[in-house]
């Protein structure tokens, strides 16, 4: 069966530290990979888009990795501060259907 | 600039009863979502509207009925609601769908069936 699969376990990371967010998904071809963070009791916000043929992209202090042959991407926000503390979602847009396939999401807390 | 709006922001409802949610966006975009968000899963879809007056079944459509009034507003109805319904949803929308477009998303309707 089609499965998207982040971290369950919060990561608590120290403040300053660079903070590492795990998507695998597997029975996919994904076109897109998209990062959303989500506040308690608020809506997703989406951040990045990294497309397949994309191994890396940046913006400002975060950065995502799509590795099509691991069936993975990387979510890393360096210099951490305490503001980054949510949820951080994924999720897969399919070119067969245009719809998004969403991840349950990491829980992370960024400790002053 | 509003973005995506819902209405309500919570309500408690009996087995059986009936209600709809409303959504409305200001931004012009062609295509609106419908999602519920379970504690440890990801976001289902449960209906989409990929332009004014088409509708089509996401992935968990069963017990849901929705409406494209216009192109700003997506309603979700429940005509007889059931525990398994208890749930947060979350209406959002984007440009033209799919492709690489992203998604903007309301701050969610908290429903409680008992």
């Known amino acids: 069966s089609q499965k998207i699969e982040q971290n369950s376990e919060a990561l608590n990371i120290q403040e300053g530290k660079t903070a590492t967010l795990t998507c695998n998904y597997t029975n996919y071809s994904p076109a897109y990979l998209q990062w959303y963070r989500q506040d308690p009791g608020r809506g997703p916000v989406f951040l990045l888009l990294i497309r397949e043929n994309e191994k890396e992209k940046r913006k400002e202090r975060l950065k995502v990795t799509f590795d099509t042959t691991l069936k993975q991407s990387l979510f890393h926000i360096t210099a951490s501060q305490p503001a980054d503390s949510a949820t951080y979602l994924c999720a897969l847009l399919m070119d067969s259907n245009y719809q998004l396939i969403w991840g349950a999401g990491t829980k992370l807390i960024i400790k002053p | 600039n509003a973005g995506v709006t819902q209405t309500p922001k919570f309500q408690v409802l009996k087995t059986g009863q009936s209600m709809t949610l409303q959504c409305a966006q200001d931004m012009n975009h062609n295509s609106m979502y419908w999602y519920r968000q379970d504690p440890g899963m990801g976001l289902r879809l449960i209906y989409y509207?990929?332009?004014?007056?088409?509708?089509d079944k996401g992935e968990v459509p069963n017990g849901y009925n929705v409406s494209r009034l216009n192109k700003r507003e997506f309603s979700l109805r429940l005509e007889s609601a059931a525990p398994s319904q208890t749930s947060v949803y979350f209406c959002?929308?984007?440009?033209?769908?799919?492709?690489?477009?992203?998604?903007?998303f309301g701050p969610g309707t908290r429903l409680l069936v008992l």
């Open positions: 509207s990929a332009s004014e007056g088409t509708t």
């Open positions: 959002a929308s984007s440009d033209q769908g799919g492709t690489q477009e992203t998604q903007y």
